[in-house]
């Protein structure tokens, strides 16, 4: 193993890469638009809030936070929720992102092995999902990671590109301890002026592994073609979300 000390130079080095790649990926006029996809039966919660909750569930990709999706994806993560939620997450030069593809999961893997116990209670127990909810928040926490940007770990073949999409984790340290079963999750203000801007026309059902969901209508859009319609779905977005905020009623109805 190499010395802690270069792994954690090497992670400084590719958080400053990723943090500059996120800004001109993601960020419009210092700020990122995102969307998220409820169920329907927590959209009265949410009329109520007009927040999105932190997940603190053991076992989620990069532990806890607010899981959503860059609006340039608006189709991506669909299959978790009809209801399609959109806020922005305000952006400055102080923030930072972890690019969480090949080099990125390299690097952090490496770092964790220096954790004997919860890296060896990951990986030789079956409290795995809480091992890891420890080792991730303890990475993101160490070295002030306020975003984590990844690609899908579940997905729909006909509206996940695995390739290209990424999801987010927004770090909100204010919920602590991992949710009960049944268990109401913390609200979270890291994403402002959220709106409730389209209702999906679809159902998803969850493969027994857990690794995608099955559209269960005919889709529409199939790989390239949900590419070129993302730009025309986004414009569409950003107009009902505008119509909201000035108390007018509008929804975009996201068709199968």
Same mark, same amino acid.
């Given at each position: 193993m190499r010395p802690l000390a270069d792994v954690e130079r090497d992670i400084r080095n590719h958080l400053r890469t990723s943090s500059a790649d996120f800004r001109l990926r993601f960020c419009e006029q210092n700020q990122v638009w995102i969307i998220k996809y409820i169920p329907a039966r927590f959209l009265r919660n949410f009329e109520k809030s007009r927040s999105l909750a932190i997940?603190?569930?053991?076992?989620?990709?990069?532990?806890?936070?607010?899981?959503?999706?860059?609006?340039?994806?608006?189709?991506?993560?669909?299959?978790?929720?009809?209801a399609g939620i959109m806020g922005r997450l305000p952006w400055d030069d102080t923030r930072t992102a972890w690019d969480a593809t090949a080099i990125g999961v390299d690097i952090y893997l490496e770092w964790i092995q220096y954790f004997r116990g919860p890296y060896r209670w990951g990986a030789t127990t079956l409290h795995a999902d809480l091992a890891n909810r420890v080792l991730r928040n303890a990475f993101r926490r160490k070295f002030g990671i306020d975003i984590v940007f990844f690609p899908p770990d579940q997905f729909n073949k006909a509206y996940?590109?695995?390739?290209?999409?990424?999801?987010?984790?927004?770090?909100?340290?204010?919920?602590?301890?991992? $949710?009960?079963?049944?268990? /109401?999750?913390?609200?979270?203000?890291?994403?402002?002026?959220?709106?409730?801007? =389209? %209702?999906?026309?679809?159902?998803?059902? $969850?493969?027994?592994?857990? /690794?995608?969901?099955?559209?269960?209508?005919?889709?529409?859009?199939?790989?390239? =073609? %949900?590419?070129t319609q993302n730009a025309t779905l986004v414009v569409d977005l950003k107009n009902a979300y505008a119509q909201r905020r000035t108390g007018t009623p509008a929804l975009v109805r996201i068709e199968a």
């Open positions: 997940s603190a569930t053991p076992g989620f990709t990069w532990g806890d936070g607010v899981y959503v999706a860059p609006l340039s994806f608006p189709y991506s993560t669909m299959m978790y929720g009809r996940v590109d695995l390739t290209v999409d990424r999801w987010f984790v927004v770090s909100d340290w204010s919920s602590v301890g991992p $949710q009960a079963p049944g268990q /109401t999750p913390k609200s979270s203000s890291m994403i402002q002026d959220c709106e409730w801007v =389209a %209702i999906v026309e679809e159902e998803f059902q $969850q493969s027994v592994w857990k /690794t995608h969901y099955t559209e269960l209508f005919r889709p529409a859009l199939h790989g390239r =073609a %949900i590419m």
